[in-house]
């Protein structure tokens, strides 16, 4: 098994007695269905349905004063502290930026030799592994005592970027991407089937009339990696724009419709002169809607 200390994460607090009730008004998962070891996948986004932040959510047990713990980008962690600060109004709740004090291990790549406390599994893709909020000093102690060899955080980098799962700032810009457009559908990340929040009608029409045409896709690269934010052509027209790569393997936003058609004129793509090829080239002929638990 391998564990890595994310510093790139920060970790936001919410306690009082209206907590819950409040997260599930502003954001896209259903807090309703959280307890203590136990993760979702959401997003706060803007009222027009672009995403402002996205993070992993759990329930804290009462032995760390309960409440809920946001697993998010450590650069927009004291943004989204304030935000939820905003939107609190007369609501019965604290909001606390714990980043100094909380980090993140992820471990993967086995089964851990004990559970601590503040673990949960990654519930985007069950290959990501779990998440074990702790201390920055404490991830040497933590990796040994659930068994993992310690790495750097790239290796965990390298994992993420293999499975295609993309990551806010380098695979898609905060304020300027929807959640479908992230694959948010697909990793649940967005609940249908719960009450209204913060952009839900704009993401609620996305899905229903099957709108999406921009996605997160993963692509193969043989020999150099294409800088990040560096156009994806299809001959020489514009279809997305590359992200993260790593060993081989990238993140590149493209719009699917385009990229088929190139496909079934037989161009290739390439993105800084460099050649890239869809991992699965059948999923931009995926339909939009997608359902999600």
Partial sequence: MKAAFVSDRGVVKVTGEDARNFLNGLVTTDVDRLKPGLGRFGA???PQ???VVDFLITEAPA???GGFLIDCPRA?????ADKLKFYKLRAKVAVENLTDDLGVLAAW???LATQPDLTFADPRDERLGVRILI???LKEKLASLIGAELVDAADYEAHRIALGVPRGGL????GDAFPHETNMDRLAGVDFDKGCYVGQEVVSRMQHRGTARTRSVKVLIDGPAPEVGVPVLAGDKPVGTMG???RGAGIALVRTDRVADALDAGLTLTAGGLSVKLAEPDVVRMPAKQPVA
């Avoid at 695979?171 to 905060?174: G, K």
Wanted: net charge negative; aromatic share 8%.
């Fill in 44 to 46: 706060l986004l803007t």
């Fill in 49 to 51: 349905g672009k995403i």
């Fill in 63 to 65: 032995g760390h004063g």
């Fill in 76 to 80: 927009l962690a004291q943004a989204l």
């Fill in 109 to 111: 790549d086995g089964a």
């Fill in 135 to 137: 201390p920055a000093d």
């Fill in 171 to 174: 695979d898609f810009m905060y």
């Fill in 244 to 246: 993260s790569t790593a």
